[in-house]
């Protein structure tokens, strides 16, 4: 049983609060006065991203695995749980489309049994090797069902598909935002997604490993706009179900980034090439039009400025674990 709203600060639930995006958002909404319930199994997280809330009234923590049931009283809920790069989502494909999946069935059966409003982290990847540039929301996505990124993809094309369901069949309050690349402070240092490993391997004095011949593109938004993007979503009428991308539209090659990545951090890596994965999509941008008008959301932080306050970040990393 929920206690009466007017007797209690709202209450927020967010799944995956202890990775790198989750952490960012528990903090923020603890900071916007809410209660907030954080719920991980640690697979990606750590407890010392959310290290810094563990002593504010605020904030709970419970280790839990969103593919089993979760009985909770909550007002929103933030669908988080899920591994995000490559290498930690490939590592164990059969428990990535359970977590997509499962996961999505179990908060959409909590919201509906407690009325909560909930929003999910849904991906750039459901566009998959996109032919339409920039992305739109309209566009379908090009999706291998079968490849080694398919236990991600498809898994958020279903849980999309499962939050569209419970909206129509049992009037659930959904928002889905579609996420494009995010970086920031908090991200794994081997997390293996391409801007932690380009820091850490300048910082480090290690070759910049380039999969392919780098003239693939990706658009990085950096984690302040993107969760402030969240949360505009989450507070928007409920009219606005989304999906909705949100991502910096400012593309680059990853040779872009890799250049980039030397010049700030003063490195003298060379670049080493090694093959591009399959199914690596050869482009990605974000066409945020709709989050202009609805949200009046648009990044505020270039990439280089970005990266300028991500790199200390790695450098502290560096400094505590490998000197
Ligand atoms: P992350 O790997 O740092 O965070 C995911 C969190 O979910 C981790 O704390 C992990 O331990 C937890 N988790 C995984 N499986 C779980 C399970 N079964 N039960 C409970 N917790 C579980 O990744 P992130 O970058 O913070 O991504 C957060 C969300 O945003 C993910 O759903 C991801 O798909 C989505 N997203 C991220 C990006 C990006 O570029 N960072 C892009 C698109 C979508
Ligand atoms: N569920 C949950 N917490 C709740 C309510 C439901 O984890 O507070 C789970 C429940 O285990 C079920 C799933 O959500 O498997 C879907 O719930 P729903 O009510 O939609 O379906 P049903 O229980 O009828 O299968
Ligand atoms: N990539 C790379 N070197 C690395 C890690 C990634 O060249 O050390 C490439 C990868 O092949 C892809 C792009 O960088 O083309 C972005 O990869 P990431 O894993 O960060 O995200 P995603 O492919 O899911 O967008």
Same mark, same amino acid.
């Given at each position: 049983?929920?206690? =009466?709203?007017?007797?209690?600060?709202?209450? #927020?639930?967010?799944?995956?609060?202890?990775?790198?995006?989750?952490?960012?958002?528990?903090?923020?909404?603890?900071?916007?006065?809410?209660?907030?319930?954080?719920? /991980?199994?640690?697979?990606?997280?750590?407890?010392?991203?959310?290290?810094?809330?563990?002593?504010?009234?605020?904030?709970?923590?419970?280790? %839990?695995?969103?593919?089993?049931?979760?009985?909770?009283?909550?007002?929103?809920?933030?669908?988080?749980?899920? =591994?995000?790069?490559?290498?930690?989502?490939?590592?164990?494909?059969?428990?990535?489309?359970?977590?997509?999946?499962?996961?999505?069935?179990?908060?959409?059966?909590?919201?509906?049994?407690?009325?909560?409003? #909930?929003?999910?982290?849904?991906?750039?990847? #459901?566009?998959?090797?996109?032919?339409? +540039?920039?992305?739109?929301?309209?566009?379908?996505?090009?999706?291998?069902?079968?490849?080694?990124?398919?236990?991600?993809?498809?898994?958020?094309?279903?849980?999309?598909?499962?939050?569209?369901?419970?909206?129509?069949?049992?009037?659930?309050?959904?928002?889905?935002?579609?996420?494009?690349?995010?970086?920031?402070?908090?991200?794994?240092?081997? /997390?293996?997604?391409?801007?932690?490993?380009?820091?850490?391997?300048?910082?480090?004095?290690?070759?910049?490993?380039?999969?392919?011949?780098?003239?693939?593109?990706?658009?990085?938004?950096?984690?302040?706009?993107?969760?402030?993007?969240?949360?505009?979503?989450?507070?928007?009428?409920?009219?606005?179900?989304?999906?909705?991308?949100?991502?910096?539209?400012?593309?680059?090659?990853?040779?872009?980034?890799?250049?980039?990545?030397?010049?700030?951090?003063?490195?003298?890596?060379?670049?080493?090439?090694?093959?591009?994965?399959?199914? /690596?999509?050869?482009?990605?941008?974000?066409?945020?039009?709709?989050?202009?008008?609805?949200?009046?959301?648009?990044?505020?932080?270039?990439?280089?400025?970005?990266?300028?306050?991500?790199?200390?970040?790695?450098?502290?990393?560096?400094?505590? +674990? %490998?000197?």
């Amino acid at each position: 049983m929920k206690a =009466p709203r007017e007797f209690t600060r709202k209450r #927020v639930l967010v799944t995956g609060g202890a990775g790198f995006i989750g952490s960012h958002l528990c903090t923020q909404l603890v900071a916007r006065g809410a209660d907030v319930l954080c719920v /991980d199994n640690y697979y990606t997280g750590t407890r010392e991203n959310v290290e810094h809330l563990l002593d504010n009234p605020q904030f709970e923590l419970i280790r %839990h695995d969103v593919t089993f049931p979760l009985y909770v009283e909550v007002d929103e809920i933030y669908n988080l749980a899920c =591994p995000a790069s490559p290498v930690h989502y490939q590592f164990d494909p059969v428990q990535t489309t359970k977590t997509s999946v499962h996961g999505a069935i179990n908060v959409l059966g909590l919201a509906k049994r407690v009325k909560a409003r #909930v929003l999910q982290a849904s991906t750039s990847e #459901v566009y998959g090797d996109p032919v339409v +540039h920039p992305q739109t929301e309209e566009y379908w996505g090009n999706v291998n069902p079968i490849g080694i990124r398919s236990c991600y993809d498809e898994g958020k094309r279903c849980a999309e598909t499962l939050f569209f369901d419970y909206h129509r069949q049992h009037k659930l309050e959904i928002k889905v935002a579609r996420i494009f690349n995010t970086y920031g402070p908090k991200m794994h240092p081997s /997390d293996g997604r391409v801007v932690s490993n380009f820091i850490m391997q300048a910082l480090l004095g290690r070759d910049i490993t380039i999969y392919g011949d780098g003239s693939q593109t990706r658009s990085f938004c950096f984690v302040d706009d993107l969760v402030d993007g969240l949360i505009r979503l989450m507070d928007s009428p409920a009219e606005i179900t989304g999906p909705i991308n949100i991502g910096n539209p400012g593309e680059f090659t990853i040779l872009e980034l890799a250049e980039k990545v030397l010049e700030m951090t003063g490195g003298t890596s060379k670049i080493v090439w090694a093959p591009l994965p399959s199914d /690596d999509p050869r482009q990605r941008q974000p066409d945020i039009t709709k989050a202009q008008e609805h949200l009046g959301w648009k990044p505020n932080i270039s990439l280089e400025e970005g990266l300028g306050k991500t790199i200390p970040y790695f450098q502290s990393v560096v400094d505590k +674990h %490998h000197r």
